[in-house]
């Protein structure tokens, strides 16, 4: 009996001290999810990095940190491609509701860390004062990017036809206008909207 009494005195004494730990809750634990990331710099270095570059630059696809980007881009058209996505490109979606990782909250902060680097730089060519013309964006087209994307525009698959009918007008200019920064001398506006007109008519084929 005296054993038996010495046993329970000692288990009491380890359960009152808890062996120096704290008391635990797993169960209650397990409810307690930490709460999302709210840092522009820590969301964008994870998500968006590794396709657009460090600070927006450099990286294989369009530099969001570019003024020419931000100046042609409004705050809902890139909260659209953020939520959704861009059809056509391997921009995949974001939002939770359309199966990706980001809540609502952590896309706003990425908006306004975007909007935050159009401060300085170069804005993007003004709209032309005349129409796109096909046949002279042919030339510019030529004399301007077919070291790249081949004489008829087969390299990449830019005049493809499903890629022209999922993107709009607006997007091909934003592409023409950024895709090679540091273009010299720089496309005019003229040129930008006329080799735009060249690539819409590569919606109906050849």
């Keep these: 009996m005296r054993i ?3 046993c329970c005195a000692a288990a009491a004494t380890l359960l009152s001290s808890g062996c120096g730990l704290a008391p635990v809750q797993p169960m209650e634990a397990a409810r307690t999810e930490p709460g999302p990331v709210l840092s522009f710099e820590a969301l964008f270095g994870r998500n968006c990095a590794g396709c657009h570059g460090p600070n927006g630059r ?4 369009i530099p969001l940190g570019d003024p020419a980007y931000l100046a042609i881009a409004d705050d809902e058209n890139i909260r659209l491609a953020i939520e959704e996505g861009v059809s056509g490109t391997p921009m995949a979606a974001w939002s939770r509701s359309e199966g990706g990782m980001l809540t609502e909250e952590q896309i706003d902060v990425l908006v306004r860390g975007l909007r935050g ?3 300085g730089g170069t804005p993007p060519p003004d709209a032309a ?4 013309d096909a046949p002279r964006g042919a030339e510019v ?3 301007r990017c077919d070291s790249c994307h081949g004489a008829k525009g087969t390299a990449g698959s830019i005049v493809d036809p499903s890629y022209l009918a999922l993107v709009s007008d607006r997007y091909l200019r934003l592409n023409v206008v950024l895709h090679r920064p540091g273009w010299e001398p720089p496309l005019t506006a003229q040129e930008v909207a006329d080799v735009v007109a060249w690539l819409t008519e590569r919606r109906k084929g050849e």
């Design 4 to 6: 038996a009494a010495l």
């Design 58 to 61: 450099g990286g294989a696809a």
């Design 117 to 119: 680097w159009a401060r």
């Design 129 to 132: 004062e005349t129409a796109g």
């Design 141 to 143: 087209y030529r004399t």
